[in-house]
């Protein structure tokens, strides 16, 4: 077996370990989307407590509390997209 054989049997060892990482490296990125602040998801979130609140889910507390930690984390990105 030369060279081309070694490699060959390495590629076909090491095929389900790659498989893995690149799953891996997949759902990484897509949780660290999620993770990320985007000026929609911080919209969709401020809709989505308003709605709470007119359909009584929440109280006024309750919403304020969500109002002004989408609001702080609205005025970190805008201050993140500023320094870049």
Known sequence: MGNNGMFLLDNILL????SLMF???????QVEGELQDTPEKLKKELYDS???L???????DEYQRLEDNILARWNKLKELNKKQ
């Open 15 to 18: 095929a389900p370990a790659k």
């Open 23 to 29: 799953i891996f490296r997949k759902i990484h990125e």
């Open 50 to 52: 308003q709605t709470l």
């Open 54 to 60: 007119d359909a009584r889910q929440i109280n006024e």
